[in-house]
Nanobody
Framework: QVQLVESGGGLVQAGGSLRLSCKASGIIFSVNDMGWYRQAPGKQREFVATITTGGRTSYADSVKGRFTISRDNAKNTVYLQMNSLKPEDTADYYC???????WGQGTQVSVSS
């Protein structure tokens, strides 16, 4: 059974930091490109960042320079380090395993001004 479980969300003040984790099970993690997406209330889900099996990363312009995606294949986990958070970063954050087209259940991030 393919499963992605996110954690690390919470409430933080603007300018603060959070680190999201997404642990995968039931998949061969090392062969999957992994991504983070987010969905704010009343808006469509949008791309945040992705990391390939080879470690190449890409980011949405809105988070470039503030967020860092990384992966630990030994732990079947992908991370999203979020710094200099802004109120507009408030959303539910989801991880995605591209090869298996599988989403996690999401973790909520709220940034107060």
């Amino acid at each position: 059974q393919v499963q992605l479980v996110e954690s690390g969300g919470g409430l933080v003040q603007a300018g603060g930091s959070l680190r999201l984790s997404c642990k995968a099970s039931g998949i061969i993690f090392s062969v999957n490109d992994m991504g983070w997406y987010r969905q704010a209330p009343g808006k469509q889900r949008e791309f945040v960042a992705t990391i390939t099996t080879g470690g190449r990363t890409s980011y949405a312009d809105s988070v470039k320079g503030r967020f860092t995606i990384s992966r630990d294949n030994a732990k079947n986990t992908v991370y999203l380090q979020m710094n200099s958070l802004k109120p507009e970063d408030t959303a539910d954050y989801y991880c995605y395993a591209h090869l298996y087209r599988t989403w996690g259940q999401g973790t909520q991030v709220s940034v107060s001004s």
